[in-house]
């Protein structure tokens, strides 16, 4: 009798794990109460739940704009960096807005990071807002989108 035998080999491979990374959702939200040519927009920390992952103790970006708009500034009142403990600061020159803290200060809970201010040119027109280079505590926990963009139409945002 003649007997067969396969021989199967299978191919263990190392795979390397790496631990889940904390993800932030960052959304760009105008103010609903706009009136003129002037628009405050939110740069919101989004959760799962109300508490991130990852405590944020700095932050960086670089705005952009496209069409006409206009990058006026930024402004930590009624946001989580008004907290003792943080500094924030931006410069129209080259549209960079950043903060930071000491790790007793990091923010630990989903919300406004900071608001930003533009200028829209016309009732008629759209215009796009980008934050590009965006960094939560140099990169740790990531973010998504990589980079938080916004269509401004100030017909879309009168009362």
Known sequence: MLKLFLLCCIGISALTVRPASAQI????????????????????????????????????????????????????????????????????????VGGFSSSLDAIATAGVLIRLQFLVPGTDTQGNVELQDFRLNSGNPDHFPSVPSLSLNLINHQE
């Open 25 to 96: 959702e960052v959304r760009l939200e105008p103010d609903a109460k706009v009136g003129s040519d002037t628009v405050w927009v939110d740069v919101r920390l989004v959760a799962a739940t109300d508490t991130l992952e990852t405590a944020v103790s700095s932050f960086q970006f670089r705005v952009v704009t496209y069409f006409g708009v206009e990058f006026l500034g930024s402004e930590s009142a009624y946001s989580l960096v008004e907290k003792e403990g943080w500094t924030s600061r931006h410069s129209l020159e080259n549209g960079r």
